[in-house]
């Protein structure tokens, strides 16, 4: 969630769970305006406080819609200049909640206010925290018009923050360029400005960090572009702040900061947002990288750590988060001098998309199912591959850096236009392979068509433990995948392992029925090569008619197997005799294992007789193998010309 300029405040969601992405209708608003900050409630999250210009602070509940004014001082400051104000509240008047009592809140003017019920009441609990320059509080504008809408308004609070370690430590950053800590809730304060090294004097302070892991420890970031000044400025205090250390020597000296932020997970790893990006440091501010990806070169102005990911606001190039933040919090010296290294998997929730979804947009749903990172020193000699097993050990799935074969062709009109990419990249640096949580999907008919179904995409594992083994150049490296059921879902565990054992009997029927196919096809273009060379053999009529006659009756097996003359999906609708057993399996198979629930008696039924019926066409096919066939090789081998070989018809 965030404000916009000129649109307002949004609030939408990191997953929509569908298959589009993040459509434009998942946001709403939530109160506030174009200006200020959106902060939702620690203890229920359905409430939001949002800031506009002139003090404004609403409260929206997103289980009524509704915004309500809690603000300050609700007084409409239109047209006027800070000289004529109660208090001076900047264009985006920093809110902040307390980590200690969700119904803390703190709003900053040139003065702090804390409510203690959630804006029904404020009290101020600081004097004038800015340096109150009165030459700089004038209606602005002229000569023709006057522009007095907010942002003019200066001497202002302009950053909020209290420690997550101590309740009574607050601190307090200016846009003229004064830092203020108490360390008794308000009651008193120190300016801490004059123990800051190169701090420009009327800088605005942007951010003020105060680490998850000592109530003493702050970062500070400091903002004097608007005075010439693109320098980064950036310190960090140990002692409340009688003492400040730059960590700006080693950033680029032209390149500005917004914000700041320390990692929870692991003391000293820091996040910086800059003019031009993101950039980490794993020792603390020593040294600096930067976070590219697919981020383009934008204003970064803000970062939160939630949880095992990292979100960034941007000065108009949307909200970005950067999934599974493991293999930086896990970076190490050791790590990049290994030839191979797999990093520990974050738990996966086993969430399903939705299977229709209409809303189109450009946003982007995180990866589906478990993030697995690795390091490869060099590019890999040979394919690598990522193996999954279960709890017992049994393979659930394999990964491989060879992209998947084409199925179709790229002429066919049902062929994706996008072509295949690896599972598992196998670059030299940090790569990341994504498991789906499912296992492998049914052995399919090449170039035959479906209308119905995916049998390409396997069911869903069970909730539990799994094992990922990354194995390259003939060295494996492992780690345990948790996978934690949706939390929305009340099917039960053993429900869960009937769904599966019943997809997977059915998937494995549709393999065997394209073994059958296949089979029957290697058979059928072996009789066609060989009559063709027969054909020489004056002696081979007969032969030759035989293997004709046989090669009719498996042209006729096989359209009972699938329908050979689609060209398109669509055809099957149109063929008389309709779908076969191919393209009835396949839909049953979608069905029983598209959403969480035991197989229903009616999908057992219609199971038992698609079983029946590819019981009997595997046996027409054997008889036609144990007869006919056999009875084309004896011939040829009466005449010693080459006989037909017969493939196994169970996928290998």
């Known amino acids: 969630m965030g404000a916009m300029q000129d649109i307002g405040t949004a609030s939408g969601p990191s997953n929509s769970l569908g298959k589009s992405g993040l459509p434009l209708s998942a946001w709403r608003t939530v109160g506030g305006g174009e200006a200020g900050f959106v902060v939702p409630d620690r203890a229920e999250p359905e409430i939001v406080y949002a800031g506009e210009y002139g003090g404004y602070i609403s409260l929206y509940d997103e289980r009524t819609r509704q915004a309500r004014n809690v603000g300050i001082y609700p007084e409409n400051a239109s047209g006027h200049g800070a000289e004529d104000l109660k208090y001076r509240f900047q264009w985006t008047a920093p809110i902040a909640t307390s980590p200690h009592d969700p119904k803390v809140l703190y709003h900053g003017a040139n003065v702090l206010f804390r409510s203690t019920d959630r804006g029904q009441n404020w009290t101020a609990i600081s004097p004038d925290l800015t340096r109150n320059d009165r030459s700089k509080q004038h209606w602005s504008g002229g000569p023709i018009t006057g522009d007095n809408t907010g942002v003019e308004i200066y001497n202002t609070i302009f950053a909020v923050a209290e420690s997550p370690k101590e309740a009574s430590v607050i601190w307090v950053g200016s846009d003229d360029g004064l830092v203020h800590v108490t360390r008794d809730g308000g009651k008193s304060w120190t300016n801490v400005t004059k123990n800051i090294p190169g701090i420009p004097q009327w800088a605005t302070v942007d951010m003020i960090e105060p680490s998850p892991f000592e109530a003493g420890t702050a970062y500070l970031v400091a903002d004097a572009h608007r005075l010439d000044d693109v320098r980064p400025y950036l310190w960090k205090t140990s002692d409340y702040g009688k003492r400040w250390t730059s960590l700006s020597a080693r950033l680029a000296p032209d390149v500005y900061l917004h914000s700041v932020r320390e990692d929870p997970a692991r003391r000293g790893l820091l996040y910086l947002g800059t003019e031009r990006g993101v950039a980490y440091s794993v020792d603390g501010g020593n040294a600096w990288q930067p976070v590219k990806l697919r981020l383009p070169t934008v204003a970064v102005s803000d970062i939160v750590v939630k949880g095992n990911d990292l979100v960034l606001s941007t000065m108009g190039r949307s909200l970005w988060i950067f999934d599974d933040l493991t293999p930086i919090r896990e970076m190490s010296p050791a790590v990049l001098q290994a030839d191979a290294y797999l990093f520990p998997a974050a738990p996966a929730i ?17 990866p589906k199912g478990a993030i697995i990172n690795y390091y490869l ?38 062929e994706p236009t996008e072509p295949p990419t690896p599972a598992v990249p196998s670059d030299s640096g940090v ?10 999907g049914a052995t399919t008919i090449k170039h035959a068509k479906i209308d119905a179904g995916s049998p390409k995409e396997g069911p869903l594992v069970l909730p539990g433990i799994y094992t990922a083994k990354l194995v390259v150049e003939g060295k494996s490296y492992t780690t345990e995948i948790t996978v934690n059921p949706d939390p929305r879902v009340r099917v039960t565990q053993p429900e869960l392992a009937q769904q599966l054992e019943f997809s997977l009997q059915v998937r494995d029927a549709i393999s065997r029925l394209a073994g059958v196919v296949e089979a029957v096809r290697s058979v059928r273009q072996q009789l066609s090569a060989r009559a063709a060379v027969w054909k020489a053999e004056p002696k081979a009529a007969s032969l030759v008619a035989t293997a004709q006659a046989l090669m009719v009756k498996l042209d006729s097996l096989e359209s009972k197997l699938h329908n050979p003359g689609a060209e398109v999906v669509y055809d099957i609708l149109a063929q008389r005799g309709g779908a076969k057993l191919y393209s009835r399996l396949a839909p049953l198979y979608t069905w029983a294992s598209e959403a969480d629930g035991p197989p229903t008696q009616a999908m057992w039924e219609v199971y038992a007789d698609q079983l029946k019926e590819l019981d009997a066409l595997e046996g027409e096919f054997n008889g036609l193998v144990a007869k006919e066939l056999a009875a084309v090789n004896a011939m040829a081998k009466e005449l010693n010309v080459a006989d037909v070989a017969v493939p196994p018809t169970a996928p290998q």
């Open 431 to 440: 790569q990341r392979a994504v498991w789906d949580l499912a296992y492998t």
């Open 377 to 414: 020193k060099k590019k890999p000699q040979g394919e690598i591959r990522i193996e999954i097993v279960d709890a017992k050990g049994k393979p659930v799935r394999t990964l491989k850096s060879a992209p998947e074969p084409v199925e179709y062709g790229p002429d066919d009109p049902d």
């Open 350 to 366: 086993r969430w399903r998309r939705e299977p229709v979804d209409s809303a189109l947009g450009d946003g982007r749903n995180p």
